[in-house]
């Protein structure tokens, strides 16, 4: 027992999660230990000890459990280890700094024609901030919200037909608005088709004039 006590002495100082891993294998239930005394006693009288044999009994003990106590914080060390090597790998990996979106690139087959959907119909504005002349094709820059869209008048390797009726079954821009009636009154009026969100929130889905799918979500705020 006194081995014993000496190792639960040690459970403070060791991190709980090792601790916990101990305390059971070093707690001695109460039940178990009456019968053990028992057989020590029936042991005592029949066969006395002597002190080289107690002695040896006592350093087998002491043995077997630093033994354990040497397994258990291997075990727990190497798992701490791997788990801490684990998560700083990802945070090192994934920390570069993300901060938002900053534009969509959108290609359009004829810049006049797409700036008049954009800018005279969904009435976004061009960032005259954005350099129009340092790219080797012909584009613009509008704001939504604190984002942009760039429309790159450019070759567009997709198909134009085929696509998918439901824009929101192909690839798509989102655009946060704060009233899906009133846009669905100015497609309407414009004779643009559109669908609406198949879930039933409030959200609508139309095509530029280059096919390009664009989502419009209803949001509060």
């Not at 700083?88 to 700036?115: P, Q, T, W, Y």
């Not at 096919?211 to 509060?220: I, M, S």
């Amino acid at each position: 027992m006194k081995i014993l006590d000496q190792m639960n002495k040690l459970l403070p100082a060791l991190p709980s999660s090792m601790a916990s891993l101990l305390s059971s294998s070093l707690t001695v239930q109460p039940h178990n230990h009456k019968v053990n005394q028992a057989n020590v006693g029936a042991m005592a009288t029949n066969t006395p000890l002597s002190s080289n044999s107690q002695n040896a009994v006592g350093i087998g003990r002491t043995r077997r459990y630093c033994l354990l106590l040497k397994a258990k914080l291997s075990v727990e060390a190497d798992v701490v280890g791997k788990e801490s090597v684990t998560l700083g790998s990802a945070d090192d990996k994934n920390d570069f700094g993300v901060v938002s979106m900053h534009h969509v690139g959108i290609l359009c087959e004829n810049l006049e024609r797409s700036l008049d959907f954009y800018q005279n119909l969904l009435g976004l504005e061009i960032n005259e901030a954005r350099p129009h002349d340092k790219l080797p094709y012909r584009g613009a820059w509008l704001w939504v919200g604190s984002e942009m869209i760039h429309l790159m008048e450019l070759p567009n390797p997709d198909p134009l037909t085929g696509r998918p009726e439901h824009g929101g079954r192909d690839r798509h821009t989102c655009i946060a608005i704060r009233d899906v009636s009133k846009l669905k009154a100015i497609l309407d009026k414009a004779g643009i088709p559109y669908t609406l969100s198949r879930s039933g929130r409030p959200a609508i889905f139309t095509r530029d004039p280059d096919a390009n799918a664009l989502e419009f979500t209803q949001v509060d705020g």
